[in-house]
């Protein structure tokens, strides 16, 4: 019995979001932990995380954090051919990220304002 079309590519979609999301982690401890980081090193880190990103096949993502993940991922790989310093990239993409897991906690966790005005009308 072969898979469905719906389960291959939902199969595929999930690949490649597990990839995006092993390229950013990899990419952020890497700048988040080296104690002397040079551009150099931080272009072989690149490189050899997109050999492990181009294994799969890219697909077209709709939902806005996964499309975030997916720009700052295209980011980071395009800082590789800039000519900024070290010390700018490693700031420029470690406060995109932080902005990324801000926005995906935002959603997560709502806080409950005014409690105890929701129970004003049991009295």
């Not at 019995?1 to 719906?6: C, I, L, N, P, W």
């Not at 995006?20 to 002397?36: A, D, K, M, Q």
């Not at 975030?68 to 010390?87: F, N, T, Y």
Request: with cysteine.
């Amino acid at each position: 019995m072969a898979a469905s079309q719906k389960a291959v590519d939902n199969s595929k979609r999930l690949r490649y979001i597990r990839a995006l999301e092993r390229f950013h982690h990899g990419v952020i401890s890497y700048l988040s932990n080296t104690p002397e980081l040079t551009k150099e090193n931080y272009d072989k880190k690149i490189e050899n995380s997109l050999k492990l990103l181009k294994r799969v096949d890219e697909i077209a993502l709709y939902k806005g954090e996964l499309q975030d993940l997916q720009k700052l991922v295209q980011k980071m790989i395009a800082c590789k051919e800039s000519d900024k310093d070290i010390k700018e990239l490693k700031e420029d993409i470690l406060y995109s990220s932080n902005q990324l897991d801000k926005s995906k906690n935002a959603r997560r966790y709502k806080k409950d304002k005014h409690t105890s005005d929701k129970y004003q009308d049991w009295e």
